[in-house]
């Protein structure tokens, strides 16, 4: 973990250098990009790039840099990324963020959301 912090400052962590998720969509896009990254789509340096630049224009637009947007930020950089090595398209996310949206409203509360 030492390397992954050296390489991204800003990640949250808790006093033992852990990182700190404040909900289970934040654990998730940081498995993804830990998983991505493992498997080759890009390198620990083009991910820094990435959320480095996604950080420094959502301050740009007025983001307080307050720590709870980091995984929107992570997030937002990690969807460019993937559309810029290729491995999908903006319209294949956009796609399935629309049809999330419309399984959620479509879910009773406390039910699982099923695609």
């Known amino acids: 973990m030492s390397e992954l912090k050296a390489?991204?400052?800003?990640?949250?962590c808790d006093e033992t250098a852990a990182p700190v998720f404040r909900a289970p969509?934040?654990?998730q896009a940081f498995?993804?990009?830990v998983a991505l990254?493992?498997?080759g789509l890009f390198t620990w340096p083009e991910w820094a790039e990435s959320l480095s630049a996604e950080?420094?224009?959502?301050?740009a637009a007025g983001d307080p840099d307050t720590g709870e947007t980091y995984y929107y930020h992570w997030l937002n950089a990690l969807e460019?990324?993937?559309?810029?090595k290729g491995a999908t398209s903006d319209a294949a996310l956009?796609?399935?963020?629309?049809a999330w949206d419309r399984a959620a409203k479509?879910?009773?509360?406390g039910q699982p959301i099923i695609l």
């Not at 950080?55 to 301050?59: D, L, T, V, Y």
């Not at 460019?80 to 810029?84: C, M, P, Y």
């Open 106 to 109: 479509a879910t009773p509360h």
């Open 7 to 12: 390489l991204l400052p800003d990640l949250p």
């Open 25 to 27: 969509w934040e654990a």
């Open 55 to 59: 950080i420094k224009r959502a301050q």
């Open 37 to 39: 990254h493992q498997k």
């Open 31 to 33: 498995a993804m990009a």
């Open 80 to 84: 460019k990324l993937v559309v810029a």
């Open 94 to 98: 956009h796609e399935r963020a629309e």
